[in-house]
């Protein structure tokens, strides 16, 4: 596996989900996290934090949860709830981020556990 900057990569993320179709295809690379989900999940729940930590807007997090949190939690949700949980008790912003994942393929524990401790205003009409 090939060294990464995450902090790069989150900043490329990032212009992508705001850019228009020329910055989309210049920086389609930085959406391809295939093997973070598969391969390497710790540097997926790194590149979560850091692009969360850059870009808290409505169109950035709507895309992070239902993208890479969704999947990580589908993939190594017994692996990782327990981080997911400890950042949306310290962080009400990723709890809020949280409200936007959905159960997908993750297991019934992990899903329970992730409504526990997610804000679900704000997305699906509840209101804020």
């Keep these: 596996m090939r060294q990464i900057d995450l902090r790069l990569l989150a900043d490329n ?16 690379e930085a959406t391809d996290l295939y093997d973070f989900t598969y391969v390497e999940p710790e540097k997926l729940w790194l590149l ?3 692009i969360h930590s850059r870009d808290r807007s409505i ?14 939690l589908a993939k190594h949700g017994e692996s990782f709830i327990e981080r997911v949980e400890a ?15 959905w159960k997908s393929t993750m297991s019934d ?9 997610c804000d679900r205003r704000g997305w699906d009409g509840i209101p804020e």
């Excluded at 993320?13 to 389609?28: D, F, M, P, Q, V």
């Excluded at 524990?109 to 401790?117: G, K, T």
């Design 48 to 50: 979560i934090l850091e």
């Design 87 to 101: 950042e949306a008790r310290r962080d009400p912003q990723f709890a809020k981020l949280l409200g936007g994942v």
């Design 59 to 72: 169109a950035i997090q709507q895309v992070l949860s239902a993208g890479p949190v969704e999947d990580l």
């Design 109 to 117: 524990s992990v899903w329970d556990r992730l409504q526990a401790v």
């Design 13 to 28: 993320w990032i212009a992508y989900w705001h850019g228009n179709s020329a910055k989309r295809i210049e920086l389609s």
